[in-house]
């Protein structure tokens, strides 16, 4: 039996691409859709937000923010698309909504929808983060979870959890299990989108943040298996 019923499953565009020289690489994206195919299977339903970031990370860029960050809502587009596509390869019937409005690619997310269809048994991928210019799709990420009743956002993330400090410049950094928001946000840690931390705070979100490149990852969470860090109240 999975451990949670209904979950926002946050994706970021990187993982799709992997290591390839493609924006998208099918391989990786298959294997993704195979675990959530597993999962869903045996009783989990499943809202995804995709990143962007395989295709354009507005960061570091000389292009005016709300330009950059629309362009980045569209790159969110084009990987849901594209993972849908995946996704009804290996038969899960899927669903994209976006806030964007482009009704010739994708219905219009609205939350009624989205939680009918979801009872219905589709996967629903939601593109275009928040719809607005300045928020992360971290922050869309626990937005989606709150707006469709998920139990938990889970975080898939190059990183198996939250540390003490950053692995890569302290060797002694310690894994940790569980974390509240309120250290995550008085440490102004950046595992997540400080915003997106405020938010799940607020509307009491747990968030599973683990390594999506182990074996079996989303499957082990959803079983219940201790991996990762757990961020609650």
Do not use: W
């Not at 994206?29 to 195979?34: H, N, S």
């Not at 084009?78 to 849908?84: E, G, K, L």
């Not at 019937?93 to 976006?98: A, C, E, G, P, Q």
């Amino acid at each position: 039996m999975p451990k949670y019923k209904r979950v926002l499953l946050k994706l970021s565009g990187e993982a799709l691409k992997n290591s390839s020289d493609d924006i998208i690489d099918y391989e990786v994206a298959q294997k993704i859709a195979l675990q959530i195919k597993k999962c869903h299977d045996e009783g989990t339903s499943f809202g995804i937000v995709i990143g962007g970031g395989n295709i354009f990370r507005g960061a570091g860029k000389k292009i005016e923010r709300t330009c950059a960050d629309k362009m980045g809502m569209l790159a969110t587009l084009i990987n849901s698309v594209a993972f849908q596509a995946v996704l009804e390869s290996v038969g899960v019937k899927t669903t994209v909504m976006t806030s964007l409005a482009m009704p010739q690619v994708a219905e219009p997310f609205n939350s009624h929808a989205a939680r009918e269809a979801l009872d219905e048994g589709k996967v629903v991928i939601i593109a275009g983060g928040t719809g607005n210019p300045f928020f992360s799709t971290d922050t869309a990420a626990v937005l989606r979870a709150a707006e469709i009743h998920a139990d938990a956002a889970l975080f898939a993330k190059n990183i198996d959890g939250v540390y003490s400090a950053d692995p890569k410049d302290n060797p002694d950094a310690k894994k940790l299990d569980e974390i509240t928001y309120s250290e995550i946000l008085r440490n102004e840690l950046r595992v997540i989108d400080l915003t997106a931390s405020a938010f799940g705070r607020s509307n009491n979100i747990p968030v599973i943040i683990f390594a999506l490149n182990e074996e079996n990852s989303i499957f082990r969470v959803l079983s219940g298996e201790k991996m990762g860090t757990v961020v609650t109240n």
